[in-house]
């Protein structure tokens, strides 16, 4: 379809510089429902980008929709801080029933804020409460938030230069593959733990992604998270997972971790744990960590209870019978066989991901951003990733039907192919 660029001027006149997804898409948006979006012109278009993951069960779910309205219409609390209200209990109850206890996880909830670098702030400021330590470890291409302390575990420059001071306490190490196998998993971090002239103070925790979402789509294997959380046992470190693009469903499992076996001692959930794209985050942690003085971790809108409403009715819709998982691993086979076919049509690709959330790295590095400008003008919405824009990245709603979603592999397809 022939796009025409809208009329931006209130936008270009009075928004910060620091937009960006609107210089990528340019178009005013008006309606969204399901896995399609609508401007204001009436053009359409196919969404595999989901909210930056925010979207997991699609725009204005019809089911979380009547549940909000419902809860709005009569008069339920809206902006509740910590205090306990019935939207929280029915979402923590939900939880626990849907979540934990199926799994056999112990964990506490704290509500730490609206956003996920809330949720990683408080992961760390606990994890040194906890140990007595100044330093994590964060792993290369990691991503985990804009706060500072979340910047200091993250691994982008570009991200880490706009701090504009010194991000300390933090330390990187290799995540799984940085060296092609040539190296042996921990081999350095194990070495400089154990080595008195290292000069790497005791850190108090590791944080890690399971799959790296922004980093470019790196996946962990299994056999590394838990060779990472074994290390983590022996060296009196505490196991962080930063799940907040890849939990609620993303990887097909309800936690990304869940597939190697281990049980973290935090993990940090936000985007779409509201399940309708509302701000809500979650740091779970485990029973004796919970050392806490209460109000030592605040904020005003740590109770969004309309996000909990919603949040209940999403577990209790798609997480009550194990049927999401296995709808999500079927939607990601989908997805891999149109990759493959793409990657051995066209040299210089090559593709990777888990469930649905997947990746095409481009050698030619610049083409990662004409196929996602190719695929705007063709009415699907993708984005970039990994440190050098080099990664299009693929993360449609977990509810997309079988037909859009091969609707929008055919015109990723096209992009890749009128790009060459």
């Not at 009569?74 to 029933?97: C, I, P, W, Y």
């Not at 009196?236 to 001692?265: H, K, N, W, Y």
């Not at 076919?341 to 083409?367: M, N, Y």
Request: aromatic residues 8%.
């Amino acid at each position: 379809m022939t796009i025409t660029p809208p009329a931006l001027s209130v936008f270009e006149a009075l928004e910060s510089e620091v937009r960006s997804y609107c210089r990528g898409w340019p178009a005013v948006f008006d309606r969204a429902q399901g896995s399609h979006m609508y401007d204001e012109d009436g053009h359409t278009y196919l969404d595999f980008f989901a909210g930056a993951g925010s979207l997991n069960y699609g725009h204005n779910n019809p089911v979380l929709k009547r549940a909000l309205i419902d809860y709005i219409e009569r008069d339920g609390v809206t902006h509740g801080l910590d205090m306990s209200t019935t939207a929280k209990r029915a979402f923590l109850e939900s939880f626990q029933n849907n979540i934990l206890r199926p799994r056999d996880l112990p964990y506490k909830v704290m509500f730490p804020g609206p956003t996920g670098t809330n949720a990683v702030e408080a992961a760390l400021k606990l994890a040194r409460k906890v140990k007595g330590r100044e330093s994590i470890v964060s792993f290369t291409n990691a991503f985990h938030g804009m706060s500072l302390g979340s910047l200091a575990v993250t691994g982008n420059a570009f991200k880490r230069a706009g701090a504009g001071i010194p991000l300390v306490h933090g330390t990187p190490m290799p995540f799984d593959n940085y060296f092609d196998g040539t190296v042996e998993d921990f081999l350095w971090f194990e070495r400089l733990l154990e080595d008195q002239g290292s000069g790497l103070n005791k850190p108090a925790a590791v944080i890690v992604e399971t799959v790296q979402g922004e980093g470019g789509i790196n996946v962990a294997r299994p056999e590394w998270l838990r060779a990472l959380a074994e290390l983590c046992e022996r060296q009196d470190m505490l196991l962080i997972v930063d799940d907040i693009q890849m939990g609620c469903g993303r990887t097909g499992a309800f936690f990304s971790f869940e597939e190697a076996g281990i049980t973290p001692d935090i993990v940090t959930v936000s985007k779409s744990i509201s399940g309708y794209g509302m701000p809500m985050s979650l740091t779970l942690l485990k029973p004796e960590l919970d050392i806490w003085e209460p109000g030592e971790h605040n904020g005003t809108f740590r109770g969004n209870n309309p996000a909990f409403v919603t949040a209940a009715a999403t577990l209790d819709t798609y997480w009550a019978d194990g049927q999401m998982e296995k709808q999500t691993l079927a939607r990601g086979e989908q997805v891999e066989q149109a990759l493959r076919a793409i990657c051995e049509e066209q040299s210089g690709t090559h593709f990777r991901g888990r469930g649905l959330v997947w990746g095409i790295e481009f050698e030619d590095k610049p083409r990662a951003s004409a196929v996602c400008k190719r695929a705007f003008e063709l009415g699907l919405l993708v984005e970039t990733s990994g440190p050098e824009s080099e990664v299009v990245k693929l993360l449609p709603a977990l509810t997309i039907s079988p037909e859009d979603l091969d609707e929008g592999l055919r015109t990723l397809a096209r992009a890749v192919r009128e790009t060459a």
